[in-house]
């Protein structure tokens, strides 16, 4: 148990880094975050937010909607008796939306698809123009991905169930394939790495298993999606990953340049796979890679440090006490022991 506790910590923990870390640096260019946070050099540490930046307003290491939606969604399955069900699922993210410690999160960050549907959910109005279209191709977006890699500390060393899971939990804000496939491979992922002889290539092998299956088994439950294949991506993604692992910068610019780390769950979800083999599942190093990428690099960040964490555990972060206390000062509704003891099953939620 106490190693469950370890790994479930350090995946809550450093996925939280990446998510606060990166909030700042959202959309800009690389060039741009060393100019404008760096100093001409990369980043390697909290940052407050510009005017000019989505996080604009929100305090020195704040969580965004990734890591909000996630804990929230955790803390009703930890409710639920541990058990991720449809109609849990919504609850936690009407929940989330409306929440007084929360609903900024959604106000500040929420993307495309989950207000959409998050609208779609609560019966309000919502922009209809374009239903008619036979293929969703709008939708494929990573806010799967930034949270289903929760299922995963649910089902531990069990990658089927968490990409069960991980599709009853995201189906309701995501209907399409491909955005439940970025969230079922990194949910495959995270439940990998709880394995004791687990290592990088382990997790990497369940996260491509994590990304065929969960595309496979989204087809017939959402609508058609056209767009460039994740798994393929993910493959160029490990490729460049595996010939950069010593070249930190050369690893930003050819991940940034061939295969993006944009808002599309093709992109940041491919490229979150790739840093982590870069980082050969390094927590910090990982997370620094993926902040430094810039365009959605919070989104990256949490998926790939969810997985680094949950492999390494929380005491292979370095700074430990540094970043829990930094991140529950920024962010006063989070208890990570509390939450990683519960899930757990160290203490009674």
């Known amino acids: 148990m106490a190693a469950r506790y370890d790994k479930t910590l350090g995946c809550l923990l450093a996925a939280a880094i ?6 700042p640096l959202e959309t800009r260019t690389v060039e741009l975050i060393r100019r404008d946070f760096g ?13 000019d930046s989505v996080a604009a307003g ?10 909000s939606v996630a804990y929230v969604s955790a803390r009703h399955f930890l409710k639920n008796g541990g058990r991720i069900d449809r109609k849990t699922a919504i609850d936690a993210l009407i929940d989330w939306k409306n929440g007084p410690d929360t609903k900024i999160f959604y106000e500040k960050y929420a993307g495309p698809t989950t207000r959409k549907n998050m609208a779609k959910l609560e019966g309000q109005p919502r922009d209809t123009s374009r239903d008619y279209l036979y293929c969703d191709n709008h939708s ?3 806010g799967a991905g930034m949270k289903a890699w929760i299922a995963g500390l649910f089902h531990p060393e069990d990658a089927a169930r968490a990409v069960d899971d991980a599709i009853i939990m995201c189906h309701p804000s995501h209907n399409n394939a491909i955005a439940l496939a970025a969230g079922t491979a990194v949910a495959a992922g995270v439940a990998a790495a709880f394995a004791t002889d687990a290592t990088v290539d382990s997790v990497l092998k369940a996260g491509f298993w994590g990304a065929w299956t969960g595309y496979e088994r989204s087809l017939p439950i959402t609508r058609p999606t056209a767009g460039a294949s994740l798994v393929r991506r993910m493959e160029l993604a490990v490729s460049i990953g595996r010939r950069f692992q010593d070249d930190f910068s050369g690893c930003i610019t050819e991940m ?10 093709n992109e940041s979800a491919a490229a979150a796979f790739g840093y982590f083999v870069a980082a050969q599942g390094d927590i910090m ?4 890679l993926c902040i430094n990428s810039g365009n959605d690099c919070d989104t990256t960040a949490i998926m790939a440090a ?21 991140l529950e000062q920024a962010n006063s509704f989070i208890d990570f022991k509390g939450t990683a003891a519960a899930i757990a099953g160290l203490q009674e939620f």
């Not at 969810?306 to 930094?326: F, P, S, V």
């Open 18 to 23: 990446g998510d606060a870390m990166g909030a």
């Open 39 to 51: 100093g001409g050099d990369f980043v390697y540490d909290y940052k407050t937010p510009r005017p």
């Open 58 to 67: 929100m305090p020195y290491a704040g969580v965004t909607d990734d890591f």
């Open 140 to 142: 494929a977006t990573n």
């Open 256 to 265: 940034t340049d061939l295969v993006g780390t944009g808002l599309n769950a």
């Open 285 to 288: 190093k990982t997370i620094y």
């Open 306 to 326: 969810a997985m680094a964490g949950a492999l390494g555990g929380a005491n292979k972060i370095e700074h430990l006490d540094y970043h829990l206390a930094t």
